[in-house]
C-alpha cells in the first residue's frame, strides 16, 4: 500500500473525490470539506490542511483529512489494514491530534493503536449517528410561516448560533463560534443567507441552516429552539420544511449528524424521515 500526503487541494480533490463519493452518506462530512477547501483553502483557519490518502495498486483505500485545530476525520473504509498504516504514517510526520471522528470500527482501531503508539490515553467524547433523508413525512410540515433568513434577522441568528454550539459542541472554543458568526455575516451581506427560521405568530421561533454540499445531497446543521420554546414541535416542522425545500432543489438525499445521547433529537428526526446510516464514534487524546 502506498501512503501519500498532498500540498495541492486540487491534486487531492482529484483523487479522494471518486473514493468517497462512491459511500456519499457515510463520507457525507469529507465530501462537504473538500468542497469548501476547494472553494478558499483557508475556509476553517489559515493552516494548511492535513490531506492524505492510502493507494493500492491504482485504487484508492482511504481518505483523511484534518483542518486544524479540529480533529481528524477518516473515511469510510472496508479495508481496516490501512488503519495501522495511516498511525505509522502519521506518527513518522510527529503530528499532534486532539482527537478523531470516524465510523465505529475505525475509530476504535485508530485512537487504540495512536494512543499506544504515542503514550497516550483516549476518552470517547461523543456517540453520534449519520442520517439521510429521501422523502419527508408530510405530516411533520406543519402550517407556520418559514422563510430564509434576511438581515434585519442577523443578531438573533448570531445569538442562538452562539447558544447552538455552546450547548450541543461541547468542545467549541469562543475563536471558533465567531469565524462561524463571521461566515454567516458575510452572507447577510451579500444576500445569500444560508439559515432557515420557522415562525409563530411572526416571531422567529426555530433555526436550521443549509449547510455543505455533496454531489447528490445537502447538509443540514445548526438546527435550534431556544430552551423556553421547546416541546411545541418547532424543531421538528423548521428542519421538515428545510429539508422539503432542499429535495425540492434537485437533491436526491438530506444529510445530518446527531448526538446519540440526545433521544429527542434523533426521534425529531426519524420521524421527519431521516434514516440512521451508521454510526461514528468521536474519540479525544489525552496525555496518562
Not at 206 to 220: E, L
Not at 240 to 252: C, I
Not at 260 to 282: A, F, R, W
Request: charged share 30%; with cysteine; aromatic share 12%.
Amino acid at each position: 500500500m502506498e501512503p501519500r500526503f498532498y500540498d495541492n487541494i486540487d491534486e487531492f480533490y482529484d483523487v479522494a473525490f471518486p473514493f468517497l463519493v462512491k459511500h456519499e452518506a457515510e463520507n457525507n462530512i469529507h465530501l462537504s470539506i473538500i468542497n469548501s477547501l476547494k472553494n478558499k483553502i483557508d475556509v476553517y483557519g489559515n493552516e494548511y490542511p492535513l490531506l492524505f490518502t492510502i493507494v493500492e495498486t491504482n485504487i484508492i483505500k482511504l481518505v483523511v483529512l484534518r483542518t486544524p485545530p479540529h480533529d481528524l476525520l477518516i473515511s469510510y473504509t472496508e479495508d481496516l489494514n490501512t488503519i495501522e498504516i495511516l498511525v505509522e504514517e502519521l506518527t513518522k510526520r510527529c503530528e499532534k491530534l486532539p482527537g478523531v471522528l470516524s465510523f465505529n470500527a475505525a475509530a476504535d482501531l485508530f485512537a487504540e493503536k495512536w494512543c499506544e503508539k504515542n503514550s497516550l490515553k483516549y476518552d470517547l467524547f461523543r456517540k453520534e449517528r449519520i442520517y439521510k433523508l429521501k422523502k419527508v413525512s408530510e405530516d411533520t410540515l406543519g402550517h407556520r410561516k418559514f422563510s430564509v433568513a434576511h438581515k434585519d434577522h442577523q443578531e438573533l441568528v448570531f445569538q442562538w448560533t452562539g447558544e447552538m454550539m455552546r450547548e450541543a459542541l461541547a468542545d467549541t472554543t469562543d475563536e471558533e463560534i465567531q469565524r462561524n458568526i463571521k461566515a454567516l455575516r458575510e452572507e447577510f451581506n451579500q444576500h445569500s443567507s444560508s439559515i432557515y427560521l420557522l415562525f409563530e405568530n411572526d416571531k422567529p421561533v426555530s433555526m436550521a441552516r443549509k449547510a455543505g454540499k455533496t454531489p447528490n445531497g445537502n447538509f443540514v446543521n445548526l438546527v435550534y429552539t431556544p430552551k423556553i420554546l421547546r416541546r411545541r414541535g418547532y424543531a421538528t416542522e423548521c428542519v421538515a420544511k428545510l429539508s422539503k425545500l432542499l429535495l425540492d432543489e434537485g437533491n436526491k438525499y438530506c444529510f445530518l449528524f446527531t448526538d446519540l445521547s440526545n433521544p429527542t433529537s434523533n426521534s425529531i428526526y426519524q420521524k421527519i424521515g431521516y434514516q440512521p446510516v451508521i454510526d461514528e464514534n468521536h474519540y479525544k487524546f489525552l496525555e496518562k
